[in-house]
């Protein structure tokens, strides 16, 4: 497998040492942002990070308000929505820089003038109640989704408020087309909430089975949550994390300085720790989740193709998604 982005330079010496204040707008949780701010100080002593958060949704409605009204003061996004970055690129929003570590990652992951990098991937994967089904029981396949048998008891969350669900969605409406929306509402899919609040309500019997994200499934298994996990048949869907450097940064060589720590083994660590996959192949998966390279064997292949594609129609699908499934 091809790893890097061919087309953008690696930055290894700058002027100066970094040091001033670096706003990372993102949608981390928030105990990898706890933790990344300590790492950030711990190595980078002169700089001195500062955090917008939330969901994915709700950081790109900022920056959009922010960029609109004559600029914004972040200097790096970290948001689940790769389509997002393909409309910034597009706008001359961001600035390329591949830091040393990202050579690593895989190539489709990345953009390929280095305009945007995944530091961290998310899986969606198939969720079941333990108590009320086993592994050979429950859904196999997003097929299965929109089978009757299972009609009135899947659960999904809301691909407007969720940017790794949105992500999902387009992927498959790429992949099944507007037939899978419309078997969604026949079976009376409920699209509501996030990735949590699936796990909670699988867990608590209200719902038989849906889909979440692995990472929030390993973190509700730790907890004695009734809740199992299976990759879909048809290939489990990558969402990339990209991280990306703004063109209107105050302080690039202080935000090139974390970029390259986020890819560096200790910053990968994190993405480990935190339950997601870190894109370093040298990085374990978290426990509980099928390893890095099964997951790329048998995931459903992104491309700088596809990713045009879905960007250009992401209107369309969030507004065909809302009337067919969710009025």
Known sequence: MEF?????ETAHDQSGAPHGEVWIYTSFYQHVVDDLDKLIRAELPGVEPKWFTGGSEKVMQRLDAEITAGGSRADLLIVSDPFYYVRLKKTGQLTPYVPPGALRVPRNLVDPDGAWLSSRAAVMVIVFNTKALDAERAPQSYADLVDPKWKGQIIVPDALASGTFFTTVAFLWDKMGVAWFEGLKANQVISTGGNSAVIERVSSGEYKAGMALLENVLTAQRKGAPIGYLLPREGAVIIPGPSAMLAGSRNPVAARAVLDLLFAEKGQ???????????????????????????LETSLPWSEALTARLEEHAAEIRAEFHRIVQQ
């Open 269 to 295: 660590a994190l993405m480990v720790k935190g339950d997601m996959y870190a894109v370093d192949p040298r990085q374990p998966a978290a426990k509980g989740a099928p390893p890095w390279e099964k997951v």
């Open 4 to 8: 890097g982005a061919p087309g953008a």
